[in-house]
């Protein structure tokens, strides 16, 4: 199975699968639901093998780091449109790929069919070429969590509630600074404010600017 998508439709045996795996819920019922729910679960069985092959001296709290930064949906939406699936998935009228996870989703769609489609290596030689250049760049000595996580974990240490997030949506036409929000701890009356084009990117701004405004050592 190739990544090169006019190739891996070629290598498909049941064409009805790879149909139905960019088959979003707005365009039909018979939708690729099902076959995302499969093809997360072998995209995390497959990251999480690799890893532990490859970083023998790493622990459990670093693998699942690294582990949560090439499953995330920002990183599978960003592989989907590597190998042009927003050109090929069946949407319905009015919905669209943009500020959502469609694509990372159609992704793993895919991932499942493949696995249904002609087995388990296979689907590994798919995910190979997918993954190569990223598991060659990978620097596991690098923090991987996200501001939102790193966030959480210092706060649960101290044994402190959870942040809260406000968020407000300032309209389409604002495009990059569309929504902003508001990371607060109410116990230690602190906060702070991001901006970005998505809901996930204005809340990980926000808890990034609290962290380097109060948790810069920790």
């Known amino acids: 199975m190739s990544s090169n998508f006019k190739k891996l439709k070629s290598d498909f045996n049941n064409k009805a699968l790879l149909d139905l795996a960019l088959t979003h819920k707005s365009a039909s ?7 995302e729910f499969l093809g997360d679960a072998i995209i995390n069985f497959y990251v999480a093998e690799k890893l532990f092959e490859t970083y023998i001296d790493l622990q459990e709290g670093k693998l699942t780091q690294l582990r949560a930064s090439l499953v ?8 989907g449109l590597s190998i042009g699936l927003s050109q090929e998935l069946r949407l319905g009228k009015g919905e669209s790929t943009e500020n959502n996870s469609i ?24 995910l190979d070429e ?41 309209g389409p036409k604002y495009i990059d600074d569309r929504f902003v929000s508001t990371c607060s701890s109410n116990d230690l009356a602190i906060s702070a404010m991001g901006k970005g084009k998505t809901k996930k990117i204005a809340e990980q701004e926000a808890a990034k600017l609290l962290l380097e405004e109060h948790f810069k050592n920790e």
């Open 29 to 35: 019922k018979n939708n690729n639901e099902r076959l």
């Open 72 to 79: 995330s949906r920002n990183f599978l939406n960003s592989l």
């Open 103 to 126: 694509i990372g989703n159609a992704l793993e769609a895919i991932v499942g069919a493949i696995f249904l489609d002609s087995g388990l290596e296979n689907t590994k030689k798919f």
């Open 130 to 170: 997918l993954y190569l250049e990223k598991f060659a760049n990978l620097q596991p000595n690098l923090d991987s969590r996200d501001s939102k996580s790193h966030l959480q974990e210092i706060l649960q240490k101290k044994g402190l509630p959870l942040p809260t997030y406000q968020l407000m949506d300032h």
